[in-house]
């Protein structure tokens, strides 16, 4: 779950438009779903009962199935990924489907299904779609036909192209007119040419790449190896690694959260037979690093609330019913505990 | 003839002297599943509703006509069977005696088991493991064929019609003398299955055609049985089934998954009749082999058995036996063997005639752990009756148990070897009263209740998923049921109904804070409840019957359910059509006679209205 920035450059621009803009743009009162949390609540396999809900912070009302309630159908998938790109929010289902919704009241836009395997992440260049999906597992459960499919018009539509990748392509981002994919399996980060459509560049990188992120005006990677994670930031001019750094952490599951003050978490599981799982936070640019900052068990998804400093934790609870949310302040005292849907896995924070 | 007299005497029947002429045909000796089933619920089903079956699978036929919930994932897709608020893997499911559930996943999937493939359909409810062995917990499921002898030669050929490309055919023929007898058939059974649906994973909810899910299946079963002796019988069954299927994808998905399933099962058996004794010897053999898309999956089970059935004296009966289990697996992910032996004595008494009491006794052993006695002791006892009426009242208690599958031990990865098995026990009390006269009738009322621990669930840890002993059950429940039969005028008329509540709640789940906790388990209706009434008139039959299933929750503690739904299946019959010798019975068939828009499962649609037309040539 990922806001876009579609160009890092542009953002300061329209940072800059928006600002001097202000006296004559007259305010748009938010949504219902513009402010508070959504919490993106995956759903199990073979259910398709993934769904959204919306959490108020400060009254703790709970809204389940946000996407059900607004359209009188339900969501019908297992629910990957949430991005936001101005006023709509790109709902990715892995069971083959992207659902675009009205960011403020969760109205259906339209929706990609066809052409779709495994869809994971999306961007958004110009009027362009690009989604990130697996492609079908073969024999073995590989999945050597992983691809982007790419998607004229906003709204959604048919799947015009699909731009072969490396094996399990993750997150996509969007600068300019490329798309940098975390291709996770082999290690790659493919840049695409969106007007093209073809692969500009790639590059090699260190462990699996799982998410970009952008910190101190770079763009970053996240990527995980069997004992460290690894971050990298990339050269937005000839597109080559800047910098890498590395932490050694085992067992990282991939869930990453962005605190104040440029602190990052991470989640990681000792795995078999203990299963414990902890939250390790660190800072890229200080020497920050808190290990086990908090440990707990079946941790399946994490978030940070920066506007009240609060760590979010979501729990799985197996899959075999709802999950459970939990809310810890700054000195790691529970302040909330929620059921929510099933399989909570990423949050969005909204104004 | 002696040797069947003396089955007669051996079960019970007490024939009035000596020279009591035995009916012909005569029947090849089947072991009785009620002989130590004193205290326990037990449902047989009749040639005459198997038939009515035909065309249809055995989970349409448990759903439909049982207090069994069977969990379809659409029409000809994975069915499987929820007894008493327990799971698939809590039922066992046995084919002339010997235990078909696949041993990597511990069930057996219903739609592919065809009505047609079978003579004998009976199910039992409650703990059985003392009696049947592993998974027994829930009930257990018993399928047999049935030979005859002296009956010369037989044959017939049925076709079927049906909506959403259904066709089937079935072929039969036998024949048997007093010393030999065989029989052969040889089943089709296929369908497109593009029925309409609402679809609720797209944008508008459009009606449309289901895609990727057309079934098809065929088999073959051969059963043949000599007479060896007038003391000793040699029979054999043989059934190859394959179905090939599309599998239809849940609502909001777009897979074109397929999959294909070959079974070849087998079962020897040799009988020796003594006087006062039965020893039956028995060989079999289960091969599984799944094709999962390109994914394959292959089983091998080989069965040893032994037992010694005695009635050593008028009041006692002693049975006492040991069963080898040897399993192979050759999964996609891994490889895996596992050996079980069984040992089980069974004794009942019967200190007069309106009392029957039993004990059961079994003992399993897998791998390298010995499991302690699974016990159950059971009681029958007609306390009242007069010339038209018996009130009898039914008890038991039993202890059953499920070893882990292959899957939960060695799947790669995930597996997990530390599991211990699932155990359960559970007690019920019944009461019936049968009235015989002009209308004849018949209503029993169950109450039961079952805990079930170290109940396996897969969670996911870290990066994958791994399943452990985590969950307890407390199921409790009331099984009602009646059965009535008449005349009028000419008129045959019978009608039977059925009524259960079950509530299976968690009492331990992930943690102390689960909120499954206290909560009905996930697909498991509170309330369900089915009714039929048959008439018949000089060879011309109809019925109409009905189900009910309650609400379903998705989840235990989601705020999702299933809305209940109700069921009409109408037929008509006319069995005295013939040209010449040939018999030419026809049947015409209506389900989902409402065109009811409803999901056993959420996102699975299931068909409205269908019909099916059957034409059968009977030499």
Redesign the interface.
């Known amino acids: 779950m990922k806001f876009k920035l579609n160009q890092l450059v542009w953002a300061f621009a329209l940072i800059f438009l928006s600002i001097s803009c202000t006296e004559s743009d007259p305010d748009r009162p938010l949504g219902e779903y513009e402010t508070g949390i959504l919490i993106m609540n995956e759903g199990?396999f073979?259910?398709?009962?993934g769904e959204v809900y919306h959490l108020n912070p400060s009254t703790g009302e709970l809204k389940?199935?946000i996407f059900e309630a607004a359209?009188n159908?339900?969501?019908?998938?297992l629910l990957e990924d949430m991005v936001s790109v101005d006023d709509r929010l790109y709902l990715v289902?892995n069971?083959?489907?992207v659902e675009i919704v009205n960011a403020a009241d969760f109205k259906?836009l339209?929706?990609v299904?066809?052409g779709?395997d495994q869809p994971r992440s999306l961007a958004v260049v110009g009027s362009k779609l690009f989604i990130s999906d697996y492609g079908p597992?073969?024999?073995?459960?590989n999945t050597p036909e992983s691809f982007i499919a790419v998607v004229d018009g906003l709204n959604g539509g048919a799947v015009k192209k699909k731009i072969k990748v490396s094996n399990k392509p993750e997150d996509l981002f969007a600068f300019g007119k490329y798309v940098f994919v975390a291709g996770s399996e082999e290690g790659k980060v493919e840049i695409i040419d969106a007007e093209k459509e073809t692969i500009f560049k790639t590059l090699e990188v260190p462990g699996r790449p799982i998410q970009f992120f952008e910190m101190r005006g770079d763009l970053w990677l996240y990527s995980i190896g069997d004992n460290e994670i690894f971050f990298q930031s990339f050269h937005l001019d000839n597109f080559t690694r800047k910098i890498q750094t590395g932490l050694p952490l085992a067992?990282a599951?991939g869930r990453i959260a962005f605190g104040n003050d440029d602190l990052i978490y991470v989640s990681s599981?000792?795995?078999?037979p203990d299963?414990n799982?902890s939250v390790t936070k660190f800072s890229l640019f200080e020497s920050t690093l808190v290990q086990d900052y908090i440990t707990e068990?079946?941790i399946?998804g994490l978030g940070y609330d920066k506007r009240n400093s609060n760590l979010i934790l979501a729990f799985?609870?197996?899959?075999?019913?709802?999950g459970?949310l939990k809310i810890y302040n700054d000195s790691l005292s529970e302040v909330l505990s929620i059921?929510v849907?099933?399989g909570p896995s990423g949050f969005m924070f909204k104004d | 003839m002696s040797l069947l007299l003396w089955i007669g005497m051996f079960f019970g029947f007490q024939p009035q002297s000596q020279d009591t002429v035995l009916l012909t045909p005569v029947e090849v000796y089947a072991p009785t599943l009620d002989r130590f089933t004193q205290g326990q619920k037990i449902k047989s089903y009749s040639k005459a509703e198997l038939n009515t079956y035909q065309g249809r699978s055995l989970g349409d036929l448990l759903q439909e006509t049982s207090p069994v919930f069977i969990r379809q994932y659409g029409a000809g897709m994975l069915a499987s069977p929820s007894f008493r608020g327990t799971s698939a893997g809590h039922t066992s499911v046995f084919w002339n005696g010997i235990p078909v559930n696949s041993p990597s996943l511990g069930q057996s999937d219903l739609s592919i088991l065809p009505v047609a493939a079978v003579d004998q359909v009976a199910i039992h409810f409650g703990n059985g493991g003392a009696l049947f062995g592993n998974e027994a917990i829930g009930g257990s499921i018993h399928l047999g064929t049935k030979l005859s002898f002296s009956e010369g030669f037989q044959g017939s050929f049925s076709q079927q019609f049906g909506s959403f490309g259904q066709t089937n055919s079935y072929l039969k023929s036998s024949f048997s003398s007093e010393k030999l007898s065989s029989e052969t058939r040889f089943y089709r059974e296929s369908a497109t299955n593009d029925f309409h649906f609402k679809d609720?994973?797209?944008?508008e909810?459009p009606i449309v055609r289901a895609q990727n899910s057309a079934v098809k299946q065929m088999g073959i079963v051969q059963d043949l049985a000599w007479n060896l002796s007038k003391t000793t019988q040699l029979k054999a069954s043989f059934w190859y089934n394959q179905a090939d299927r599309e599998i239809q994808p849940?609502?909001?998905?777009?897979?074109n998954d397929i999959q294909s399933d070959q079974s070849f099962r087998m079962a020897v058996d040799y009988f020796h009749f003594g006087k006062k004794s039965i020893l039956n010897l028995k060989s079999g053999l289960v091969q599984d082999n799944q094709l999962f898309?390109?994914?394959e999956n292959n089983t091998v089970q080989y069965f040893l058995s032994g037992d010694w059935d005695s009635a050593f004296t008028p009041k006692w009966n002693l049975k006492t036996g040991l069963r080898l289990n040897f399993i192979q697996g050759e999964l996609s992910t891994y490889q895996a063997t596992d050996q079980r032996v069984e040992s089980y004595q069974s004794l009942r008494f019967q200190p007069d005639e309106n009392l029957k009491i039993s004990l059961n006794l079994r003992q399993l052993a897998y791998l390298d752990q010995f499991e302690p006695f699974i016990p159950s002791l059971g009681a029958d006892w007609d306390f009242w009756k007069n010339s038209n009426n018996q009130l009898s009242l039914k008890a038991s208690i039993a202890k059953g148990i499920k070893v882990p599958t292959l899957n939960d031990r060695f799947w790669e990865p995930g597996g997990n070897p530390d599991l211990i098995p699932e155990k359960s026990q559970s007690g019920e009390i019944g009461l019936i009263w049968q009235k015989t006269g002009g209308i004849s009738w018949e209503n029993s009322l169950t109450y039961y209740r079952m805990t079930v621990d170290n109940w396996i669930?897969?969670?996911?840890?870290?990066?994958f998923w791994?399943p452990e002993n985590?969950r307890e059950v407390q199921n409790q429940g009331i099984e009602y049921q009646g059965q009535a039969s008449t005349e009028l005028g000419n008129w045959n008329i019978t009608a039977n109904w059925a009524y259960t509540w079950s509530r299976a709640i968690s009492t331990k789940?992930?943690?102390e804070?689960?909120?499954?906790i206290g909560?009905q388990l996930?697909y498991t209706p509170e309330h369900q409840a089915n009714g039929r009434i048959n008439a018949g008139y000089n060879g011309f039959s109809t019925f109409i019957g009905t189900y009910f299933i309650g609400e379903r929750r998705?989840?235990?503690?989601?705020?999702?359910t299933m809305p209940s739904y109700q069921f009409f299946n109408l037929g008509v019959s006319y069995g005295n059509l013939s040209l010449g010798k040939i018999k030419i019975p026809l049947r015409f068939q209506v389900n989902n006679l409402f065109n009811k828009d409803y999901q056993v499962?959420?996102?699975r649609p299931m068909p409205g209205r269908s019909y099916q037309f059957t034409l059968s040539i009977q030499l």
């Open positions: 199990a073979g259910s398709n009962d389940a199935d359209n159908r339900p969501f019908a998938g289902a069971t083959g489907k259906s339209g929706t299904s066809g779709l597992y073969d024999a073995d459960f067992n599951t599981s000792s795995g078999w299963y799982d068990t079946g399946y799985s609870n197996g899959f075999q019913g709802n459970t059921s849907g099933r | 609720l994973g797209q944008a909810t849940v609502m909001g998905s777009n897979t898309n390109q994914s669930i897969w969670i996911p840890k870290g990066n791994t985590i789940g992930i943690g804070t689960d909120p499954a909560k996930p998705v989840t235990s503690d989601g705020q999702r499962l959420y996102l």
